[in-house]
């Protein structure tokens, strides 16, 4: 009995649950290590830059504005922004965030014409999909507690400016 006391004692520390946060400012600096991203269309080339990413908090949801620049084949450019939404994800198997769904909600340009800009929203949504889908915007490290942590995650939260990830044993 006095063994088993012991034992469970020592296991104390691990039975408790581990919390860990990543930042927004964490995920935004992966993001932009992947930027520029360009898409060519038949008038028009549309090149992201750089990201701004928002945590929204309610349903895992981010925000993100997007500094781009539009060039057309005759050589003009303009520079504006995207904004869009997507889903947060957490990989368990590849211990990475990633964001799903991304959707243009809407580009800021100047110097183009109301009628081009439907074309410029569809170009916008055909080059940040790719920019962001499928790749990680943040990957958990393999050293000391977070190579724990990371097989045990429990529950994920986002709030406005952070991840908080849940671990535990059980």
Known sequence: MKHLLLGLLMLTPWANAYDMVVTEEQIQTTLNQ????????QFMTLTIERADIDLQGQGNRVGMVNDFILTTTVGLQ????????????????????????PQVIDVDIEGIPPMYRNSVIKLAQQT?????????VYTLTDDGEQKLAKMLLKEMTISEDEVVLVFSPF
Do not use: H
């Open 78 to 101: 303009s520079r504006g922004t995207i904004t869009a939404e997507g889903d947060v994800r957490f990989d368990d198997a590849e211990d990475s965030f990633y964001i799903d769904n």
């Open 128 to 136: 940040l999909a790719p920019a962001i889908s499928g790749q990680p």
């Open 34 to 41: 992947r930027l520029p991203f360009a898409r060519q269309s």
